[in-house]
């Protein structure tokens, strides 16, 4: 059962602390999405990644943010130095193919709450 | 830019339909999207319509597309308790991005 994994799931951190959230994107998929989900602003695109190269993060703010992909297996989103602002879910998704771009598999979301 | 509007909650008794609108703005958007997120969970595709047809039937799912008034609508019959989410229109970004800008979401609340 291929499913994208993210850890953590909960993270409640203090402001001014770093935060990194991690993905596993589905075996194959070569698209991965980090999006922000806030009851105030919805869901927002923060970044994505090709075949590991980073396509647009225009979405992040990026004195703060940062994401990577180390490896086919693995992708970073980092969070130095947080703030409350930022609590919010984080979600990954993966896809495949340019049918991966309308067809993502998310992850369950890492909840952040930064005090 | 793009901007996907949806109504936020649309609650419904257990066996009626279900009917959840969105308006979008790009006209020469090729498909419109509908997903699904479960409580605690991230969104899931549930199902997508091609811009050159009207309607697509899906088991209970019909999506009714509206080019003229760019209005897109996601209806679900006999509504079950565990079609309880929150819904998401989506349109790809224009510009050629097919990655899509999500409306804020429509709460279905489904009660006995």
Redesign the interface.
């Given at each position: 059962d291929a499913r994208?994994t993210q850890t953590p799931r909960h993270k409640v951190t203090e402001m001014g602390q770093e935060v990194t959230m991690r993905c596993q994107p589905i075996l194959g998929h070569n698209t991965v999405?980090w999006y922000r989900q806030t009851m105030m602003q919805?869901?927002e695109?923060l970044a994505?990644f090709r075949n590991r190269a980073p396509l647009?993060d225009s979405g992040m703010p990026k004195d703060r943010f940062s994401a990577e992909m180390p490896d086919a297996t693995l992708a970073t989103l980092k969070i130095q130095p947080s703030e409350p602002r930022d609590s919010a879910v984080y979600?990954c998704?993966s896809g495949s193919g340019?049918a991966g771009?309308?067809?993502?598999?998310?992850?369950?979301?890492t909840r952040l709450t930064v005090l | 830019g793009e901007d996907v509007e949806q109504s936020l909650f649309l609650s419904v008794r257990e066996g009626d339909s279900s009917v959840i609108n969105c308006t979008y703005t790009d006209s020469s958007s090729t498909?419109l999207?509908w997903y699904k997120q479960e409580p605690?969970?991230?969104?899931?595709?549930l199902t997508?319509i091609f811009s050159n047809m009207d309607m697509k039937q899906d088991q209970r799912l019909t999506v009714l597309l509206n080019k003229k008034d760019k209005h897109l609508s996601l209806r679900i019959a006999d509504t079950q308790t565990g079609d309880s989410a929150i819904y998401?229109c989506a349109e790809?970004a224009s510009g050629g991005?097919?990655?899509?800008t999500?409306?804020?979401?429509t709460s279905l609340i489904v009660h006995p």
């Amino acid at each position: 059962d291929a499913r994208v994994t993210q850890t953590p799931r909960h993270k409640v951190t203090e402001m001014g602390q770093e935060v990194t959230m991690r993905c596993q994107p589905i075996l194959g998929h070569n698209t991965v999405f980090w999006y922000r989900q806030t009851m105030m602003q919805g869901l927002e695109l923060l970044a994505y990644f090709r075949n590991r190269a980073p396509l647009d993060d225009s979405g992040m703010p990026k004195d703060r943010f940062s994401a990577e992909m180390p490896d086919a297996t693995l992708a970073t989103l980092k969070i130095q130095p947080s703030e409350p602002r930022d609590s919010a879910v984080y979600f990954c998704a993966s896809g495949s193919g340019l049918a991966g771009y309308r067809e993502q598999f998310f992850g369950p979301g890492t909840r952040l709450t930064v005090l | 830019g793009e901007d996907v509007e949806q109504s936020l909650f649309l609650s419904v008794r257990e066996g009626d339909s279900s009917v959840i609108n969105c308006t979008y703005t790009d006209s020469s958007s090729t498909y419109l999207y509908w997903y699904k997120q479960e409580p605690g969970a991230g969104l899931q595709l549930l199902t997508y319509i091609f811009s050159n047809m009207d309607m697509k039937q899906d088991q209970r799912l019909t999506v009714l597309l509206n080019k003229k008034d760019k209005h897109l609508s996601l209806r679900i019959a006999d509504t079950q308790t565990g079609d309880s989410a929150i819904y998401f229109c989506a349109e790809p970004a224009s510009g050629g991005s097919y990655i899509p800008t999500f409306g804020r979401g429509t709460s279905l609340i489904v009660h006995p």
